[in-house]
């Protein structure tokens, strides 16, 4: 298999650098428009997210980004609540870093985006909110029952970048297990806006996958690699 982790010349992912937020240009939103037509059952985005000067560097674009987003489909609803004074909300989802995605229907799967979508990750949000109005994340009966047959709590982690094209398809193969498995949790975290969890984890490459904290491996892996990746976590636990 090949090379399907992105690095620097160092070996080292370039996460310092957060290129320019560009929203949807008018023939994106045409194209998406299409790939909307697609949805059959509602899916909700939560968004927790604050003012730049109360310390979320790119929450106004996220905000930005998914009004877009919404607009482009009645199927889609946006739900937006702020970090600091929803704190029930807050609490209930778990969240402790903003901005946040909760990409749900009418249940909480567990999955989760950290930051902005932006680059090759609005791909990921795209495939997810298609996917899950559809109810087809696209795997295969044999490894759907791989997955249900996990029986111990998982924490899936993804981290990626805008800028690395092997980094949705890790993402999405995240959020695959965590909708088909309710002791599975995904995130997908865009390291660049989180450095200290970049640094804590020793992201060297994305995209990066952490599994319960001390488990990981680098590269975008086919759906039947990262199902055994996690099952053999799951049955390490005490």
Do not use: W
């Not at 509602?42 to 968004?47: E, G, H, Y």
């Not at 997810?128 to 109005?133: A, F, N």
């Amino acid at each position: 298999m090949g090379n399907t982790a992105c690095f620097n010349e160092t070996g080292r992912q370039s996460i310092d650098i957060m290129p320019e937020v560009i929203m949807l240009k008018e023939e994106d939103k045409l194209e998406i428009q299409k790939r909307l037509k697609d949805m059959k059952d509602p899916v909700r985005l939560t968004l927790f997210t604050q003012k730049l000067d109360q310390g979320c560097q790119y929450c106004t674009e996220t905000e930005t980004l998914l009004k877009e987003l919404a607009e482009l489909s009645d199927k889609i609803e946006l739900n937006m609540l702020n970090f600091v004074t929803d704190t029930e909300a807050k609490e209930r989802y778990g969240i402790e870093r903003i901005p946040s995605i909760i990409i749900e229907d009418t249940q909480d799967y567990g999955i989760r985006y950290y930051g902005i979508p932006s680059g090759y990750e609005f791909a990921t949000l795209l495939e997810t909110v298609i996917s899950m109005s559809k109810n087809e994340f696209g795997l295969p009966d044999e490894l759907r029952k791989k997955v249900e047959a996990i029986d111990k709590p998982v924490h899936i982690q993804v981290f990626v970048t805008p800028t690395c094209p092997y980094c949705p398809g890790a993402a999405f193969t995240g959020y695959k297990l965590a909708r088909y498995n309710e002791l599975i949790t995904a995130d997908t975290i865009e390291v660049s806006e989180f450095p200290g969890l970049g640094q804590k984890y020793q992201v060297m490459g994305v995209p990066k996958v952490v599994i319960n904290e001390e488990h990981s491996f680098e590269g975008a892996l086919p759906d039947e690699q990262f199902i055994e990746k996690v099952t053999e976590a799951a049955a390490q636990q005490e």
